[in-house]
Nanobody, 123 residues
Framework: QVQLVESGGGLVQAGGSLRLSCAAS????????MGWFRQAPGKEREFVTA????????SYADSVKGRFTISRDNAKNTVYLQMNSLKPEDTAVYYC????????????????WGQGTQVTVSS
């Protein structure tokens, strides 16, 4: 059974940093791309960033460009989200997701989702 497990969320002051991780299991699980999404209270889930396993192509939402960086470790089947210069409006539950879609990029459909990790940025 495929599992995506996020970790690394927490409470941070504005201007601070957090690094989220998303580990995919089993080790034999493969996908074309991984994405990070977030959902703030009372708002719809929104795309944050995505990365292709092969080649490492990335895509970012305008709201996080220059502040967030997605990366992957193919050997560990893990993707990371480095979040710098955090703002109160970044407060949300962050979800990672896996997609089997190669084109288009970023994928519009994801097959598996993690349970989410809370990120809270205080002002």
């Amino acid at each position: 059974q495929v599992q995506l497990v996020e970790s690394g969320g927490g409470l941070v002051q504005a201007g601070g940093s957090l690094r989220l991780s998303c580990a995919a299991s089993p080790r034999t699980f493969t996908s074309a791309a991984m994405g990070w999404f977030r959902q703030a209270p009372g708002k719809e889930r929104e795309f944050v960033t995505a990365i292709r396993w092969s080649g490492g192509r990335t895509s970012y939402a305008d709201s996080v460009k220059g502040r967030f960086t997605i990366s992957r470790d193919n050997a560990k089947n893990t993707v990371y989200l480095q979040m710098n210069s955090l703002k109160p409006e970044d407060t949300a539950v962050y979800y990672c997701a896996a997609s089997s879609i190669i084109i288009p990029f970023p994928p519009r459909k994801y097959d598996y989702w993690g349970q989410g990790t809370q990120v809270t940025v205080s002002s």
